[in-house]
């Protein structure tokens, strides 16, 4: 077995947040299927572009895809309809008060995401991630995640559950569909 990847050790929620306000901002609210493969999309390019995790959560194979279990149970409220706003998450401090918080990426994590391509220009991973497969449909993304030897197609299982998807086997896919440093 692999050593796991360092992590940049994002929140996947502020990972999916990032993607419905995106596109809520844009016009093209997504939905649950939509915002779960952006976010393993993100997770692999990270992976591919950068030798780092985006997240420490398992990415899993499930029955329509890749799953990261976090966003798909945060989102799943939404069912077939759009979302229609970030998540929130109820936390508690150390004085026990209950806080509800919309978890997302500052500043300064987007930054860490900027990434130099061979025409000179910088972007951030995930609005690279946006551009190339926010156009779709998640049904569509659902299809593009089970391409032939995709690491979801390898590692699913009918009669299994909760499947992990190993980060190195993610990371050689996505560096063979062009993100690599």
């Not at 991973?125 to 995640?145: A, F, N």
Request: proline share 6%; charged share 25%; glycine share 6%.
């Amino acid at each position: 077995m692999s050593e796991e990847p360092e992590s940049f050790n994002f929140s996947p929620i502020a990972v999916a947040n990032y993607f419905v306000s995106k596109g809520i901002d844009e016009g093209s609210p997504i939905g649950l299927l939509k915002v779960v493969k952006l976010v393993y999309f993100a997770h692999g390019a990270c992976l591919a572009y950068f030798g780092k995790s985006l997240f420490s959560e398992q990415v899993e194979a499930w029955n329509y895809g890749p799953v990261i279990p976090s966003v798909y149970h945060t989102f799943k409220i939404y069912g077939k309809q759009l979302i229609g706003k970030p998540a929130n998450e109820l936390t508690m401090d150390k004085k026990f008060k209950f806080r509800l918080n919309t978890p997302r990426l500052s500043n300064n994590d987007l930054e860490k995401l900027n990434a130099e391509f061979d025409d000179g220009t910088v972007m951030n991973m995930l609005d690279v991630v946006w551009r190339v497969y926010g156009k779709y449909s998640g049904v569509q993304l659902v299809d593009i995640t089970h391409k032939k030897d995709s690491p979801w197609e390898t590692e699913f299982r009918d009669d299994a559950h909760h499947i992990p998807i190993p980060n190195d086997k993610i990371e050689k896919y996505f560096q063979k569909e062009g993100f690599r440093r």
